[in-house]
């Protein structure tokens, strides 16, 4: 009998991994079994229909000939076909996207964190009679960025440092509210939306489409994680679990300088923003970070920058399955604060590695959807 309730706990437990769910004392095994059993022959049907209907619809913002949606298309339909040699099972369908740029304007005139520590520090009247005179200098400089276009070697990881600390001893869910009422304000840079609104619709139809095909999407980003968490929370169908970002330090209210080992999580306890982050997630970050969280290698790769690149090369070197990876290319300065010239350096990146570039100006029919314009 024993043996029995053994055996059914780790069944459970397996059954809970494969649906991607947390593990929960009491539930059945067979419901497990079934559930399990229904999600698999949903994907399967799904994966044998003509899905011509779903794709158009999935697409419909993006450029009928446009040579990115194409490749995306045909990638996808040879990864999910059972009968074709690049098939890779749901469970190893994973895809990685990158955020500012990428899915997510980051020139709003800058990156949504870089104008949320500006905010915290120059405007916020309950801290900025406490900032430093160290955080004042970072808060110029990220205006110097907004002037210029051009970011100085080192600023973000001091502005990832500086985050932590301007939010120091904040409960989590408060500097999740925090952020939440600043993502409310009105864009600086466009008119109809707010500043935390700013996804790339057309991005955002294609991770439906890679959801609908069974794969798994992790968006691993230099901003932080908190953030990102807020930021995709009612704009994507993602659990936070699928957010990688930087990563801040985290104690209990009462914890004080006692070592996590030692202390004890009391059920009147909180979670605590302890002003510090364990690294900026950036290039090699990226991949040590994504091999941590995911603990399989993706076999898709979204970006639009050079820090991008370790984090793509991470993907295509998966010894495994067929890999592909796209670069969004900022070369739209009518609808978007793109950049040709920088454009044109991602689209030599991609021509160099044979990844495929993705055209703001020729293959999105819009970037923020209807009634959105630049001001």
């Not at 079934?34 to 697409?59: D, I, Q």
């Not at 949504?112 to 160290?134: C, G, P, V």
């Not at 864009?187 to 955002?204: L, R």
């Not at 990876?325 to 044109?344: H, L």
Request: charged content about 30%; some cysteine.
């Amino acid at each position: 009998m024993e043996k029995d309730n053994e055996f059914s706990e780790i069944l459970r437990r397996k059954i809970s991994e494969a649906l991607d769910e947390p593990f929960e004392e009491g539930i059945d095994a067979d419901d497990l079994m079934f559930e399990l059993g229904m999600r698999y022959l949903r994907l399967r049907m799904a994966e044998k229909k003509n899905s011509n209907g779903k794709v158009t619809k999935r697409f419909s913002l993006w450029a009928d000939d446009a040579p990115s949606k194409k490749a995306i298309i045909e990638y996808v339909d040879s990864v999910t076909d059972i009968n074709s040699p690049d098939y890779i099972p749901p469970f190893d369908r994973i895809a990685i996207f990158d955020l500012d740029g990428t899915i997510f304007c980051e020139t709003n005139p800058t990156w949504f964190d870089f104008m949320l520590l500006k905010h915290r520090i120059l405007e916020d009247e309950k801290y900025k009679i406490y900032a430093s005179e160290h955080e004042k200098k970072i808060a110029a400089a990220i205006q110097d960025v907004i002037d210029t276009g051009i970011v100085p070697k080192g600023l973000e990881v001091e502005v990832g440092h500086a985050i932590a600390h301007a939010f120091e001893g904040m409960s989590i869910r408060d500097f999740s509210l925090y952020v939440r009422k600043f993502a409310e304000q009105p864009s600086p840079c466009f008119d109809g939306m707010n500043i935390g609104e700013a996804f790339f619709q057309p991005m955002v139809q294609l991770i439906y489409y890679l959801k609908d095909n069974g794969f798994s999407v992790y968006i691993c980003s230099g901003s932080d994680r908190e953030v990102i968490r807020v930021l995709v929370e009612g704009a994507l169908i993602l659990p936070s679990r699928y957010v990688i970002g930087t990563e801040e330090r985290i104690s209990a209210r009462n914890q004080k300088d006692i070592d996590g080992s030692e202390y004890e999580f009391g059920n009147q306890d909180e979670l605590v923003l302890k002003g510090e982050i364990s690294a900026k997630n950036l290039k090699m970050t990226k991949v040590s970070m994504a091999a941590q969280q995911i603990g399989h290698p993706p076999v898709l790769a979204f970006g639009n920058s050079f820090g991008d690149v370790s984090m793509t090369n991470y993907v295509m070197s998966n010894p495994t399955y067929k890999t592909a990876a796209f670069f969004v290319c900022c070369d739209d300065d009518v609808r978007e604060n793109g950049s040709p010239e920088k454009a044109q350096k991602i689209y030599d990146l991609c021509a160099e590695n044979g990844w495929a570039p993705i055209s703001m100006k020729n293959d999105w029919l819009t970037v923020f959807g209807e009634g959105i314009t630049k001001k």
